[in-house]
């Protein structure tokens, strides 16, 4: 299968024999994977394959057992979530982190405090109508509904004028419109040179907006490839549906 | 024609006027019994706006407040007695150093804990305190240390005055109105989705922290002086924190006004306690059931009521007593 040609040549993010233990749970079990300069890359597997670990573990928030993480060039692994931050990689959380007692708007100028504080008013403003959030601007993000909450959050990551954002299931859940605008915001910000690694269970999405598809299982990535590739894997399959007794 | 301006901000700003030129006739206009308990007033509003930069901002309870209270007014009532003989002035400075210190190293590494861990160590923190300053001989040991007696009811008025304006004007520019602000309630709503933008929220909580202490060392300063007399029980105990505490929380804890109302009120009921009893035992009855209640009905304290209804409780009382503008509200 495709390794996708342009990841393995300018990678933004690569990951190399990756291993992180919760006792004797083996969350990242030796992860290589790549994600390249413009790049959206889906990653996929079932619940409890070890994704969202995957990303705590690039983003700093925790810190790996072994393995090789290097962003844009840098060696990060080990490095604090707030050193990789200012280097260049915004995240979403699974379960929306919001700023709760805050505004929507405090919530965005907040991502911008460290490091993109120049002209963060201006973007705050712009960053609130892409995502179509101005009417409910001045309110608390603990008042937002779900789908509101998940748009913040995007929106904090688009504050941050990040290289490479790892987006973790960002529309699940979400009202179809809620989804368009972040789908329209994905690509805007793809034009504009930003990365994505995406973590998604819905197929349609996974088809419509990812360039590769990285697919993961017991805290290893079992393959790649493009959305077609992906699905006539039988490996995928066997991953998704389990192995025939 | 309206008396206040109908736009709030232009409103909250005469209300400020008012409260500054209020205050600042006040000793002109009491006895010194009364103006004793201003004093003390002004002194609880201060010393709950420095709990709640760390406990309301940053979210970080501390049960040590009291600690850096009673090492500014330690270091001022050692350096101005012998040998040093220092003028009041000169011991303030050095109160805040030391306690700027001592709040680096007790914060780097209390810091990493959380909640209930992060209260019992800097509780634990201002026990060591009161052994160390019963135990030594350069601190008076549990007999206490004297200060030399100013007697200028005024000079203490307005040093609390003056340093309490400072606290909440601090409090005003760094946490309402700055991106260290931002940062601090970043981190106090969720620390790693703020570590995850950019935050050194390490750096931001010892930073608040040091600044919440040092503001509580002054008014210690200002309190040994004025008190002329010092013990460990009466600078470092567990109770002034306490009090800090419940003020925080009856005004509205993380609110920039809700430390300066819970303080005052606090501190006004305690007086007329002990005026009219004269006992304050009552007092510590009053505290735990003033939290119960906060707790229960108002978990956001009396600013919190503001808030809640901004533009119309407070606007409703405003408009009762001056008369509403032509163009009513913006």
Known sequence: MSGGMQSAADPILSVRGLFKHFGGIKAANGVELVVGRHEIAGLIGPNG??????FSLVSGTVIPDKGEIRFDGRAVAGMSAHRIARLGLARTFQIPALFDNMTVTDNLLA?????????????????????????VADNRASDLSGGQQKLLEFGRAVMRQASLILLDEVTAGVHPNIRKIILEAIARL?????????IEHDMEMVRNVCDRIIVMDSGRVVTTGSFEDIVRSS?????????PQ | MALIPTNPQWRGLVLLAIIIVVLGVLPWTVNNYWLRIATGALMWAGLACSWNMLGGYAGYINFGQSAFFGLGAYVTAFLMGDPFGLPFSATIPAGMVVT??????????TLRLRGAYFAIATWAFAEVLIQFASAMDFTGGIGGIGLPPYLNERFFYFAMFGTAALSYFLTWALFERSRFGLKVKALRDHEPAAEAMGINTAL????????SAV????FGAIFAYWVTFINPKSVFGGDITDQMVVMVLLGGLGTLWGPAIGGVALFVVNRLIWMYWGDTAFYIAILGTAIVLVVLFLPNGIAGLFARRKNDALDKVLDKLVGSGEGGHP
């Open chain 1, 111 to 135: 991502a911008a405090a460290e490091g993109h504080w120049q002209g963060a008013y201006e973007r705050a403003a712009e960053t609130l109508s892409l995502l179509k959030l101005n009417h």
């Open chain 2, 215 to 218: 503001t509580a060392s002054v």
């Open chain 1, 49 to 54: 394959c070890g994704k969202s670990t995957l």
């Open chain 1, 190 to 198: 793809r034009e504009q040179g930003v990365s994505f690694l995406v």
């Open chain 1, 235 to 243: 490996e995928v399959m066997q991953t998704y549906l389990g192995r």
């Open chain 2, 204 to 211: 931001v909580k010892l930073q608040t922290f040091v600044l």
């Open chain 2, 100 to 109: 700027a210190l001592c709040a680096v190293i007790i914060g780097a590494p």
